[in-house]
């Protein structure tokens, strides 16, 4: 689709072969849940409420399961990362560039040289302010980014 090799492609939630070589990864790094459930369950335990203790586990054990480190995540492809030495462009498309997201852009920032420009493909007018402060944030200069709306990335 976007005409480039799958090597080049960082698979950051894994895929299914042969397009990639990891398995997928669920989830996302919100240790907030998991704390909120296993808080939540305490208290139905205090209280001796058997029902809603049982449901509080289950949701905390099933965030548990796909809680996905991003630490982690960034750690196994850090050749990836390391790599962009050489780029002159970030295209982001479809992409809502969530507080959740950011350590991942965060990284592509640290390694890409100066001066590379960031393509922030939007897809609601309203949106441009937000994604740009996001990447204002985390380092990327004012100057570098540009936001462009989806349909001129699709003509």
């Known amino acids: 689709m976007y005409q480039i090799s799958s090597d080049r492609i960082c698979h950051i939630h894994g895929g299914l072969t042969p ?4 398995r997928p990864v669920l989830g996302h790094g ?27 586990h289950a949701i905390a054990k099933f965030y548990e399961r796909i809680f996905k480190d ?13 790599n962009l030495v050489d780029i002159t462009f970030v295209n982001i498309i479809g992409h809502s560039m969530s507080e959740l997201d950011l350590p991942y852009f965060q990284t592509v920032q640290l390694y890409s040289p100066e001066k590379t420009i960031w393509n922030t493909y939007y897809y ?32």
């Open 19 to 22: 397009y990639c070589k990891e």
């Open 30 to 56: 919100n240790v907030d849940r998991i704390d909120i459930y296993r808080e939540k369950a305490k208290r139905a335990d205090d209280e001796f409420d058997e029902g809603p203790k049982s449901i509080y």
């Open 70 to 82: 991003t630490n982690q995540q960034i750690n196994v492809h850090r050749d990836f990362f390391q």
């Open 124 to 155: 609601d007018q309203d949106e441009q302010d937000s994604m740009k402060e996001r990447l204002l944030s985390i380092g990327v200069m004012k100057e570098e980014i540009y936001m462009r709306d989806v349909k001129e990335f699709w003509d």
